[in-house]
């Protein structure tokens, strides 16, 4: 059973940046593709971004050009560098892991992490 365990949340005021970190053991190699959702208080979970083991990303409109998703497959880390944050950024966000290709739907993904907050003030 793999097991992803996120990092890197915290407060950070509008305009600066965080790198979320999401390690993944146990069995790592049966995902094929890593997402990043975000959900705030009363809403669905938002997909992010995604990135597949051949290194194809995907974003949301909202973050594009600002943040970056990329994978290390040495460390079987995946990360999400958030920049120039704003305070519709605020949420918890979560790392999921899925066996499919570019899964891109919420119930694609089998495994989640217990989610980190990020907090961005204005």
């Known amino acids: 059973q793999v097991q992803l365990v996120e990092s890197g949340g915290g407060l950070v005021q509008a305009g600066g940046s965080l790198r979320l970190s999401c390690a993944a053991t146990?069995?790592?190699?049966?995902?094929?593709?890593f997402g990043w959702y975000r959900q705030t208080p009363g809403k669905q979970r938002d997909l992010v971004a995604t990135?597949?083991?051949?290194?194809?990303?995907n974003y949301a409109d909202s973050v594009k050009g600002r943040f970056t998703i990329s994978r290390d497959h040495t460390k079987d880390t995946v990360y999400l560098q958030m920049n120039t944050l704003k305070p519709e950024d605020t949420a918890v966000y979560y790392c999921?892991?899925?066996?499919?290709?570019?899964?891109?739907?919420?119930?694609?993904?089998?495994?989640w992490g217990q989610g980190t907050r990020v907090t961005v003030s204005s």
């Open positions: 990135i597949t083991i051949t290194g194809s990303t």
């Open positions: 146990r069995n790592a190699f049966e995902i094929i593709t």
């Open positions: 999921a892991g899925s066996g499919k290709w570019a899964a891109g739907l919420e119930h694609e993904y089998d495994y």
